[in-house]
């Protein structure tokens, strides 16, 4: 009898523990496969360190696993970007061949980097193997591995080397740094002395849009000011890369306004509706067609007056501050390419004066 009670009993204890050593094992197998998650997750983590150890050495500390996942996950964040990008000028244009010092600073992505951090308008020396503007130009990528790398490259307010005014306007000031008049050209003023142009280039190269914006850098005292500079919360941003992309064609990081509609010019009027509710065409009231009849009155006299050949470059000569003063804003207006949207009242009044200083 009291074997019997001993065997059941061993054979209850075995029982335990056969069904204690099965649950074990079934807890050890979680944490194996958890374990073996976890390296999967540490492998990713290590060959973060080894990308990030040969960009920067500093950052290690701030990676955390997932970061570059944040971007480089597979949605929309980078690949939308790149293909609107890729439809831009600056995405596709040519002129980051102009490495030379002098360019490389808004021509170059290297040359623009260079400048930016040592806060400068310069470079050391020619940019070798330059790159286009691209995503690393204007923002901070490779530099934390975290979002905050899509933080843009600078927002700082831009002192125009010009005129020296200050253009404000959040992170469009970004834009500005490259959108400016070159320096190193005096604009003429009223009643100066002659004026030589050596150049076929002559006027405030390329992009004045910033100054446009302002009303300054013109031929001319002009007193007005601009809506679409005070109004307009970030500037060039505002009209140029609302969030609302048209597929690759218009806005976003292509930038663009106007733009090909399977065959059909179109506009991009998103930026505009926020205040012109009703808005049908960059048009309005007819603002862009009278500024281009203006610009072609001037240049009809400028090539009169022998400034300027058949295809609006400027022709080397001794002219009158008064000429010089029609051709600089002849070519602030062509440059700046908006057709007076920019700044109408400036536009108009531009070309009104340089009208007249040739008639005189
Ligand atoms: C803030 C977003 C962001 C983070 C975080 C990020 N990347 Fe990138 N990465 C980019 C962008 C933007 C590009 C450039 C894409 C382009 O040029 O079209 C890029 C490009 C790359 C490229 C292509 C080669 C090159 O350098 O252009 C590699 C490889 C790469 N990243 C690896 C990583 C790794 C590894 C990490 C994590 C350590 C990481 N990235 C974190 C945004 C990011
Ligand atoms: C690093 C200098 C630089 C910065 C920063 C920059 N741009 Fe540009 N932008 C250029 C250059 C250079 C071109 C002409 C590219 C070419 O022709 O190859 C250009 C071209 C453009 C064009 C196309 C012009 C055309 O003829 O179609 C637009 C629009 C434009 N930029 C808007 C902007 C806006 C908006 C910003 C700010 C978000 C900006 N740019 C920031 C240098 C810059
Ligand atoms: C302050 C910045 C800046 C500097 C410096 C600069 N550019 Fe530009 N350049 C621009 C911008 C911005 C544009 C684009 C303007 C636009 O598309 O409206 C541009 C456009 C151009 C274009 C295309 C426009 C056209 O009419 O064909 C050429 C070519 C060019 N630049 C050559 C040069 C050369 C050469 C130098 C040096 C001698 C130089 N740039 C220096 C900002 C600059
Ligand atoms: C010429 C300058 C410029 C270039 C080049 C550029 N960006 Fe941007 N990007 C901007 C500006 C300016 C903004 C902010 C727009 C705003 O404030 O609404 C922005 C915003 C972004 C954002 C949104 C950031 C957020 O808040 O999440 C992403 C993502 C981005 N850019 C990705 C890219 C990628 C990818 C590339 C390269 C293909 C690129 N950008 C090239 C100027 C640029
Ligand atoms: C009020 C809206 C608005 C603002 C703000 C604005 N733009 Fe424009 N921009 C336009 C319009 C509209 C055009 C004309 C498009 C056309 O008719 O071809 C234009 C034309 C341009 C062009 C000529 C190429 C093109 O796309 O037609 C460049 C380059 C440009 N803008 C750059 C800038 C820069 C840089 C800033 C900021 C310094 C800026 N814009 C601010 C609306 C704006
Ligand atoms: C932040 C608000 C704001 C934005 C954005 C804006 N505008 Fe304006 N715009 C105004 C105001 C205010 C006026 C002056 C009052 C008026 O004409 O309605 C004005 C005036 C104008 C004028 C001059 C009208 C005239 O008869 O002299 C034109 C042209 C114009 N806007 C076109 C545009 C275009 C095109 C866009 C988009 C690319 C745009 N605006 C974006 C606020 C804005």
């Known amino acids: ?48 360190t080894v990308a990030e150890t040969s960009a920067a050495s500093t950052t290690v ?35 980051f061949e102009r490495n030379t010092a002098a360019c490389a600073i ?45 933080s843009l490259a600078t927002s700082d307010p831009v002192t125009l080397e010009l005129t020296g005014d200050v253009y404000d306007k959040g992170n469009s000031n970004l834009c500005a740094s490259c959108h400016q008049p070159r320096p190193g050209t005096d604009v003429p003023v009223a009643g100066g002395a002659a004026v030589e142009i050596t150049s076929s280039r002559y006027g405030p190269h390329h992009g004045p849009q910033s100054s446009m914006l302002l009303g300054v850098g013109g031929y001319g005292e002009y007193k007005g000011s601009n809506v679409h500079y005070d109004a307009v919360d970030e500037g060039c941003i505002s009209c140029h890369m609302t969030d609302t992309a048209v597929g690759k064609v218009a806005g976003g990081h292509t930038m663009n306004i106007t733009y090909d509609s399977e065959g059909t010019p ?55 501050s008064e000429q010089a003063g029609a051709l600089w804003n002849y070519k602030t207006i062509t440059e700046d390419r908006s057709k007076g949207v920019h700044n109408p009242g400036f536009a108009k009044f531009l070309l009104e004066t340089g009208i007249a200083a040739l008639k005189k």
């Open 266 to 320: 179109a506009e991009y009027l998103v930026g505009c509706i926020k205040c012109h509710e009703d808005i049908t065409t960059l048009d309005r009231n007819g603002v862009q067609t009278e500024v281009v009849a203006m610009v072609e009155e001037l240049r009809l006299l400028l090539l009169k007056q022998g400034l300027i050949d058949d295809t609006g470059a400027g022709i080397a000569g001794t002219f009158t």
């Open 61 to 95: 500390a701030e990676v955390s696993d997932g970061s570059c996942t944040d971007c480089h996950n597979s949605t929309t964040q980078i690949v939308s970007k790149e293909v609107q990008y890729s439809n831009s000028l600056h995405g596709s244009g040519n002129t």
């Open 106 to 150: 808004c021509h170059t992505s290297e040359g623009f980097t260079e400048r930016i951090d040592a806060g400068t308008f310069e470079v050391a020396a020619d940019i070798q193997n330059a790159s286009p503007i691209n995503c690393r130009t204007c923002h901070n990528i490779h530099e934390t591995y975290t979002k905050a790398d899509w």
């Open 1 to 48: 009898m009291k074997k019997k009670i001993i065997v059941l009993l061993g054979l209850a204890v075995a029982l335990v523990v056969i069904i204690l050593i099965f649950v074990s094992c079934k807890d050890s197998t979680t944490a194996e496969a958890s374990a073996a998650s976890t390296t999967v997750a540490e492998t990713s983590a290590a060959s973060t």
